[in-house]
């Protein structure tokens, strides 16, 4: 049993620190903060504030990519009259992600109330949508854990599979 929880540790090193991977659970209504350490709740808020700030600044450079120039925006008008310390939206982020982090609900279809920490869940946790990568990386597994080479390491494996799943990008 120790063998096995020392593989699974060793596999798995560092995929606790990985930002995208934090995200990814902490949108996801059954998990939000419940998995952490009190330590790393606090980090893993911060992130969730960075990352759906970023997701609302790219949505608008694309919105205001694809508006029409000519006038000027209200929201530019009424920026310039705008004295507080923080932008109004940023102090809507904050709070509709503080209210997600308290909200009770686990099921995803509660995240509808939440349309930027939506926007993020299904950024970091939406599947590939075919299967024909996954089918190739293992043809490609068979094609290297052979019979003769029973012996390989799983860091050896890995290696290999990924130096010649990657072939192509060398081929240029």
Not at 26 to 32: D, E, K, W, Y
Not at 82 to 92: G, H
Request: glycine share 4%.
């Amino acid at each position: 049993m120790d063998a096995l929880l020392d593989g699974l540790a060793t596999r798995f090193a560092g995929y606790s620190e990985r930002e995208d991977l934090i995200i990814a659970s902490v949108t996801l209504p059954q998990f939000r903060l419940r998995w952490l350490d009190d330590d790393r709740k606090g980090h893993a808020r911060t992130l969730l504030y960075q990352y759906v700030s970023s997701v609302e600044q790219q949505s608008e450079r694309e919105a205001q990519s694809c508006s029409v120039s000519g006038s000027p925006s209200p929201s530019l008008e009424d920026d310039f009259f705008s004295f507080d310390a923080q932008p109004a939206d940023t102090v809507d982020t904050r709070a509709e992600v503080d209210v997600y982090l308290t909200d009770t609900a686990r099921d995803i279809p509660s995240l509808h109330r939440f349309p930027r920490v939506k926007a993020l869940f299904l950024k970091f946790n939406t599947a590939l949508p075919s299967s024909a990568p996954v089918e190739r990386l293992f043809s490609l597994g068979g094609q290297i854990l052979t019979p003769r080479r029973n012996r390989l390491t799983p860091g050896h494996f890995e290696r290999q599979l990924l130096l010649r799943a990657n072939k192509w990008l060398l081929d240029r």
